[in-house]
């Protein structure tokens, strides 16, 4: 009886090897699929919405910070003459955390105003970058309507959440 058990128990292992070896073999001839129509599996930080306005560009961001009605709820308004006609001199953007990044160009941008969250906006000029940082409920003119002294045309290039 135990010559039995131990043939069958024998059988059975050699069974088991030989089709999971067979399947490895045909596994390892088989070609690799195909990955190259894949989508990228890196974030690229494209804007997911387009800008509301032609004359201003909604660059890139990470999803923090997005355009939004100026009617409604905001976190950040930039008054800028670039804005067409009629509709305020304004954009507004909602920032849903307590940090995040958008790269615009926004050009002749003359104020920048936030609401609940504190914010850093980088501008470039003809006389160089400016950084700005506000507070909470705060506003500070920038580039034509400074009140420094560099009352040069600027160009809003990124909004950054800080707080």
Request: hydrophobic letters at 35%; charged letters at 20%.
């Amino acid at each position: 009886m135990h010559n039995r058990v131990y043939r069958w128990l024998t059988a059975g292992a050699v069974a088991t090897a030989t089709t999971l070896g067979v399947s490895a073999l045909a596994m390892a001839d088989s070609p690799a699929p195909d990955n190259s129509v894949a989508p990228p599996a890196v974030e690229e930080f494209d804007h997911p919405g387009g800008s509301p306005y032609d004359t201003i560009k909604l660059l890139r961001g990470d999803g923090h910070i997005v355009a939004t009605s100026c009617a409604g709820s905001y976190q950040i308004r930039v008054l800028s003459n670039a804005i067409p006609i009629g509709h305020g001199d304004e954009i507004c953007f909602q920032a849903n955390s307590a940090s995040g990044f958008l790269t615009v160009e926004i050009p002749g941008t003359f104020l920048i105003r936030t609401e609940g969250r504190p914010v850093r906006a980088t501008l470039d000029s003809e006389n160089g970058t400016q950084v700005v940082n506000l507070a909470k409920k705060d506003a500070v003119n920038v580039g034509e309507a400074s009140n420094t002294g560099d009352r040069s045309k600027t160009t809003l290039v990124e909004l950054r959440v800080t707080g």
